[in-house]
């Protein structure tokens, strides 16, 4: 089955069990627009997590659909799913960075793994690691670095691939008010330049700050869309106009 | 102020393999410090010695083969030395009228007495003097062919009215109980050499599902970034290849060391029959080989575990 032209994400009926437990995900159908701005919202347990491995196909569905990009990822073969993941984005809400390579080389992993050579790689890594502030931190390894600084490593690293879709996991969980709100504007700032973001959160506060959002509530694994909007949601344009700085 | 200075779409992809030192970053392995290089180097030492011994027994018995295939042995079992001595010159004379026989020597007494000495003693009087012991003539001969059954057949036929006390045997009967053994003996190296390659490859299997299970974390990272299982694999099979050659280089030369002293004992035996027990170059070459069949046998290993590993994860 193939998603309606244009869509980023398109999930119908998707159900997630681990194992013989129960659904933590059941019936869930949403579709995402490229250049939307969407946060994923629910309690402890919810299902968010479960909901973002789907989207960075981390795991696939137990049913349903999952459509990125226009195609099943269900179905789609297991060599195939690589070329998929460089076009998605994560921030884990534990980072996730690589403890023994520095900030530089983490950031430039995606790159690298995506075969750039070394000598086109130097200056995007580099400009990256400077707009999120860390260029003098660039050979620092993430045990040396404060958890907003492995924040930031953890963007850029997710960004630099040039993702169509980011997902962030809890994204300011482990930041101040004023970092999360820089987060928030980065979030924005990339939004604008077309890329597709989803920012799980329990923040009620975060979502204020962004009006235009789209807001995907999961309560006991189940999606909370009463309008329909969320399955059919009307699109929206975007224009690269934002501008953050740290 | 500044816009995120993403990298044109076309920058973000490119046509480098992720390979080498840079993908080799992502799995820390401390190459001296771990066990595998000298789990390797054991195994490939046994491997050499194992197959070096299974090269020198083949080829000594191709040389004994060789040897004693066309020999037959004429014994004058006769209590008087007068009538022992007519008849070993009427078997002689017989035996090389015939057309497969292509040499024919009497023993001398004085080489029988010799090839006797480190059992009987000395001067035990083969040649037939007062008090000697009776001792058969022998006479050494060589056929054109091999000593197939029917020629010695006609050879009995022939001798037994020139020389009736003649006892004929061909020389390979004799050593046929050695040659079995030999055999199974070779077949035993050639066993641990089969063995001592699977414990190899179990030694690898284990060592890359443990380098596996220790950086997973890093591993599904990579995956979630794009990485392939392909990529991934390639880094435990550099890591693993520097092992495997490292203890392949030290494996092969322990093992070319006892076999040079194992040669050297040997030697010192003066032996005619270990003597044809060496090893050709072709050996040499094929023992140089060991170590690289380990490399293949060790990375082959390595990519099947963890591609079989990875199949596994998400």
Same mark, same amino acid.
């Given at each position: 089955?193939?998603?309606?032209?244009?869509?980023?994400?398109?999930?119908?009926?998707?159900?997630?069990?681990?194992?013989?437990?129960?659904?933590?995900?059941?019936?869930?159908?949403?579709?995402?627009?490229?250049?939307?701005?969407?946060?994923?919202?629910?309690?402890?347990?919810?299902?968010?997590?479960?909901?973002?491995?789907?989207?960075?196909?981390?795991?696939?569905?137990?049913?349903?659909?999952?459509?990125?990009?226009?195609?099943?990822?269900?179905?789609?073969?297991?060599?195939?799913?690589?070329?998929?993941?460089?076009?998605? #984005?994560?921030?884990?809400?534990?980072?996730?960075?690589? @403890?023994?390579?520095?900030?530089?080389?983490?950031?430039?992993?995606?790159?690298?793994?995506?075969?750039?050579?070394?000598?086109?790689?130097?200056? @995007?890594?580099?400009?990256?690691?400077?707009?999120?502030?860390?260029?003098?931190?660039?050979?620092?390894?993430?045990?040396?670095?404060? #958890?907003?600084?492995?924040?930031?490593?953890?963007?850029?690293?997710?960004?630099?691939?040039?993702?169509?879709?980011?997902?962030?996991?809890?994204?300011? #969980?482990?930041?101040? @008010?004023?970092?999360?709100?820089?987060?928030?504007?980065?979030?924005?700032?990339?939004?604008?330049?077309?890329?597709?973001?989803?920012?799980?959160?329990?923040?009620?506060?975060?979502?204020?700050?962004?009006?235009?959002?789209?807001?995907?509530?999961?309560?006991? #694994?189940?999606?909370?869309?009463?309008?329909?909007?969320?399955?059919?949601?009307?699109?929206?344009?975007?224009? @690269?106009?934002?501008?953050?700085?740290? | 102020?500044?816009?995120?200075?993403?990298?044109?779409?076309?920058?973000?992809?490119?046509?480098?393999?992720?390979?080498?030192?840079?993908?080799? =970053?992502?799995?820390?392995?401390?190459?001296?410090?771990?066990?595998?290089?000298?789990?390797?180097?054991?195994?490939?030492?046994?491997?050499?010695?194992?197959?070096?011994?299974?090269?020198?027994?083949?080829?000594?018995?191709?040389?004994?083969?060789?040897?004693?295939?066309?020999?037959?042995?004429?014994?004058?079992?006769?209590?008087?030395?007068?009538?022992?001595?007519?008849? *070993?010159?009427?078997?002689?004379?017989?035996?090389?009228?015939?057309?497969?026989?292509?040499?024919?020597?009497?023993?001398?007494?004085?080489?029988?007495?010799?090839?006797?000495?480190?059992?009987?003693?000395?001067?035990?009087?083969?040649?037939?003097?007062?008090?000697?012991?009776?001792?058969?003539?022998?006479?050494?001969?060589?056929?054109?062919?091999?000593?197939?059954?029917? *020629?010695?057949?006609?050879?009995?036929?022939?001798?037994?009215?020139?020389?009736?006390?003649?006892?004929?045997?061909?020389?390979?009967?004799?050593?046929?109980?050695?040659?079995?053994?030999?055999?199974?003996?070779?077949?035993?190296?050639?066993?641990?050499?089969?063995?001592?390659?699977? *414990?190899?490859?179990?030694?690898?299997?284990?060592?890359?599902?443990?380098?596996?299970?220790?950086?997973?974390?890093?591993?599904?990272?990579?995956?979630?970034?794009?990485?392939?299982?392909?990529?991934?694999?390639?880094?435990? =099979?550099?890591?693993?290849?520097?092992?495997?050659?490292?203890?392949?280089?030290?494996?092969?030369?322990?093992?070319?060391?006892?076999?040079?002293?194992?040669?050297?004992?040997?030697?010192?035996?003066?032996?005619?029959?270990?003597?044809?027990?060496?090893?050709?170059?072709?050996?040499?070459?094929?023992?140089?080989?060991?170590?690289?069949?380990?490399?293949?046998?060790?990375?082959?290993?390595?990519?099947?575990?963890?591609?079989?590993?990875?199949?596994?994860?998400?």
């Amino acid at each position: 089955m193939s998603s309606a032209a244009g869509d980023i994400v398109r999930f119908d009926n998707v159900g997630l069990r681990y194992g013989t437990d129960r659904e933590v995900l059941s019936d869930v159908s949403f579709t995402l627009n490229p250049g939307s701005f969407c946060f994923l919202t629910g309690a402890s347990g919810a299902g968010k997590t479960s909901l973002l491995k789907l989207l960075y196909l981390a795991q696939r569905p137990s049913r349903g659909v999952v459509s990125m990009f226009g195609t099943d990822t269900v179905t789609l073969p297991r060599a195939r799913l690589p070329g998929f993941r460089r076009r998605i #984005g994560v921030v884990f809400q534990d980072f996730r960075l690589v @403890p023994h390579l520095s900030a530089y080389d983490n950031v430039a992993l995606p790159l690298r793994v995506s075969g750039v050579r070394e000598d086109d790689l130097h200056m @995007p890594v580099s400009d990256m690691l400077d707009w999120v502030g860390l260029s003098e931190r660039a050979q620092a390894r993430p045990a040396s670095l404060s #958890g907003g600084e492995q924040q930031r490593v953890a963007i850029a690293r997710a960004v630099i691939g040039r993702p169509e879709l980011l997902v962030a996991d809890e994204p300011t #969980g482990n930041v101040d @008010p004023d970092m999360a709100l820089k987060l928030l504007r980065l979030f924005e700032s990339l939004n604008r330049l077309g890329t597709t973001v989803v920012v799980a959160t329990h923040d009620v506060h975060l979502l204020r700050k962004v009006p235009d959002s789209l807001i995907m509530r999961l309560d006991k #694994g189940r999606l909370s869309d009463p309008t329909g909007a969320l399955r059919y949601p009307p699109r929206r344009d975007n224009a @690269p106009d934002n501008q953050v700085a740290w | 102020m500044k816009s995120p200075p993403l990298p044109a779409r076309d920058a973000v992809s490119g046509d480098r393999r992720f390979r080498g030192t840079r993908a080799a =970053q992502l799995v820390p392995h401390a190459r001296l410090a771990g066990p595998m290089p000298w789990v390797i180097a054991i195994m490939i030492a046994l491997t050499v010695i194992a197959a070096a011994g299974g090269l020198a027994l083949s080829n000594l018995v191709s040389d004994a083969r060789a040897d004693l295939a066309g020999g037959i042995t004429v014994q004058i079992v006769e209590a008087s030395a007068a009538e022992r001595e007519r008849q *070993t010159r009427q078997a002689a004379r017989a035996m090389a009228q015939d057309p497969s026989v292509s040499a024919v020597r009497i023993v001398p007494p004085a080489e029988l007495e010799a090839l006797l000495e480190p059992w009987l003693g000395a001067d035990i009087g083969a040649g037939g003097g007062s008090g000697a012991v009776p001792m058969p003539a022998l006479i050494d001969a060589r056929l054109r062919g091999s000593a197939d059954a029917a *020629t010695l057949q006609r050879l009995r036929e022939r001798l037994r009215s020139a020389a009736p006390a003649a006892r004929l045997d061909a020389q390979s009967a004799w050593l046929g109980p050695v040659f079995s053994a030999i055999n199974s003996l070779l077949w035993l190296a050639a066993a641990l050499v089969v063995l001592l390659g699977l *414990t190899s490859a179990a030694a690898v299997w284990l060592a890359a599902r443990s380098a596996l299970g220790g950086n997973r974390a890093t591993i599904e990272i990579v995956h979630l970034l794009g990485g392939t299982d392909g990529q991934i694999a390639r880094i435990f =099979q550099r890591s693993v290849a520097f092992d495997a050659m490292l203890g392949g280089a030290v494996g092969l030369a322990l093992g070319l060391a006892a076999i040079l002293l194992l040669g050297q004992q040997f030697a010192r035996l003066d032996s005619g029959m270990v003597a044809g027990g060496g090893l050709h170059w072709q050996d040499w070459l094929l023992l140089a080989a060991v170590p690289l069949a380990g490399i293949v046998i060790a990375v082959l290993t390595a990519r099947l575990t963890i591609l079989a590993a990875l199949r596994r994860m998400s």
